[in-house]
């Protein structure tokens, strides 16, 4: 799938259906895929698609802090001294005939709004700025849940992977969803620059994370070879082959799923050119539409089988970001800085803004990953660009109201006990206590409250949320908060990074009764 077509706003007896009354919304956490790009790779050059696209007017208007000079630098490499911008431009140089350095140019000869591979293309960055309008429209407009005006973005999670479209598709989105004119500026005349948190590549668990995790390496592998053994000889291939096969290079003449390149790197190019303009379009063979389901089912296969079949391909692939996930839901349940306040909290503040809302710039792995492991869905469609999920809590009001953050406790010398978060170590609360480990009076935090799941603004039903007992009555896509904390739970890892070097000498696939996702 390529570019996204959003659905019709909700109608007024739609939104009532999704929004029931008798719940209130507590916290909504976005997980967002980054825009259109192109792709990661050169490909089919021999099909006449040039290398390089004339699509990244951004790369004209980049900006840099610059440190001036004056005075010695603090302690901890803090400074008093000014910054200020370079404004500049970025030109892409490549190699020519010889070795020789070359300007490398666009389809029409473009020089100064050239894209890297892989980069956020001025598509992208539309599209994930209409998303913004779309999640602004909703959230603050029509359910009136986020204020329309805001002073700071304390009550605001933002997080984005190391990938540099992702971070940068978030930008967008949160500027159409707070826009200039809604940001108050403070007394300096400032609006506070947003906190976005992002992660060093050997930590980074928003998306699954195989160049720093060697047995979730080992178990896509596997998986990718089952699918190659599964589809390379058949006839679905071979109509592939009769469509894209006089395009395959000399060394690798046949498609294949390990073909070079392989059928993933196919789809991407395939998708990336069909985001955009006809200077960057390969021959219509490609775009035959039996082809492309075809292509989509098997990638969707080689890719993310592994996560509804494999309890450890989940634990190690996406475990860590839906534990973090539920984490900040049991935190906001318990009124904790659990609910993301830790993360955003000013230095030498005690006590920061309930987390209200949350959104994260990631990848295609990501929401497919989050899905399949929650065995949510069984399609065949490749998630298009800027696709999102919209993770929602609702709490029942008149059982589990949550109190306001408490002050400061006095010990009986007067003296303040610091119950507040330090850097560097978990809020205190439930965390990541396993759902049979709790106590009673812990447990009675998580009743009342619901989570549901939206794709791209359809609700999505978890099947182990469709127990009795699991859901709320007359909806089975509520999901009470415990049940869906329980199936998280049984995937979500203890020690992510000592896990993924465990086990390097056992099989990959799955042995014994069927590890079934969504339970």
């Keep these: ?49 040039s290398p390089f696209w004339p699509y990244c007017a951004s790369v004209r208007h980049l900006r840099s802090a610059v440190l ?21 431009k970025r030109r892409l140089e490549a190699f020519g005939d010889n070795d020789e350095p070359v300007i490398a140019t666009g389809s029409r000869g473009d020089l100064d709004n050239v894209c890297d591979m892989g ?12 998303l913004g309008q779309r999640l602004r429209e909703l959230y603050v407009h029509r359910l009136r849940f986020i204020p329309p005006t805001i002073a700071d973005t304390d009550f605001m999670y933002l997080r984005a992977t190391p990938i540099t479209r992702a971070m940068e598709s978030l930008h967008q989105t949160f500027s159409a969803l707070y826009p200039p004119s809604s940001r ?26 195989d ?19 599964r589809w390379n000889t058949t006839q679905e291939m071979e109509y592939l082959n009769k469509l894209y096969g ?60 592994g996560y509804r079949e494999s309890k450890e391909y989940r634990m190690l692939g996406i475990g860590g970001l839906l534990g973090d996930i539920v984490g900040r839901m049991v935190g906001s349940a318990e009124s904790s800085a659990a609910d993301g306040q830790y993360e955003i909290v000013k230095p030498g503040q005690r006590h920061g803004k309930q987390v209200k809302f949350g959104l994260s710039g990631c990848h295609d792995t990501t929401l497919a990953g989050v899905l399949a492991s929650l065995g949510a869905v069984d399609w065949d469609e490749w998630p298009p660009y800027t696709s999102h999920i ?40 439930i965390g990541r206590k396993r759902t049979p480990d709790l106590t009673p009076e812990e447990a009675r935090k998580l009743e009342g409250y619901y989570v549901r799941l939206r794709y791209n603004d359809e609700p ?60």
């Excluded at 005075?71 to 370079?86: D, E, M, N, V, Y």
């Excluded at 500026?185 to 994370?209: A, C, K, M, V, Y």
């Excluded at 306001?404 to 330090?422: E, F, M, N, Q």
């Design 1 to 49: 799938m390529t570019t996204l077509r959003p659905r019709e706003p909700y109608t007024d007896a739609e939104l009532e259906r999704l929004y029931p009354s008798g719940l209130q919304l507590q916290l909504v956490q976005i997980l967002m895929r980054h825009g259109e790009r192109t792709p990661v790779s050169g490909r089919f050059q021999n099909a006449g698609l």
């Design 68 to 88: 001036e000079d004056g005075g010695p630098i603090t302690h901890g490499g803090a400074s008093k001294r000014p910054f200020t911008t370079l404004e500049w």
């Design 119 to 130: 980069t956020l293309t001025d598509v992208g960055r539309q599209t994930t700025y209409q």
């Design 184 to 209: 108050i500026p403070d007394e300096n005349g400032r609006f506070p620059p947003p906190t976005i948190l992002s992660r060093t590549p050997g930590d980074e668990t928003l998306f699954p994370n």
């Design 211 to 229: 160049a720093n995790c060697r047995r979730f390496a080992a178990l896509s592998r596997a998986f990718a070879q089952r699918a190659a053994d």
């Design 246 to 305: 006089k395009w395959m290079p000399d060394d690798s003449p046949r498609v294949a799923v390990d073909s070079k390149p392989r059928l993933t790197g196919i789809m991407d190019t395939i998708n990336s050119t069909l985001a955009h303009g006809p200077e960057t379009r390969l021959p219509k063979e490609f775009y035959d539409e039996k082809g492309r389901k075809i292509v989509e089912k098997i990638c969707m296969e080689e890719w993310f089988r």
């Design 390 to 429: 919209a993770v929602e809590m609702f709490r029942k009001p008149a059982e589990s109201a949550p109190p306001p953050l408490a002050p400061p406790k006095k010990t009986w010398l007067g003296g303040i006990l610091d119950s507040k978060p330090h850097a560097g170590k978990p809020p205190p609360g």
């Design 460 to 519: 999505v039903t978890i099947p182990g949320c469709k127990l009795p007992g699991n859901h709320l009555e007359g909806d089975e896509s509520f999901c009470t908060l415990d049940a869906f904390k329980a199936i998280v739970d049984k995937f979500t890892p203890d020690d992510w990074k000592n896990q993924c070097n465990a086990n390097r000498n056992l099989p990959a696939m799955p042995s014994g009764p069927p590890e079934t996702a969504g339970y």
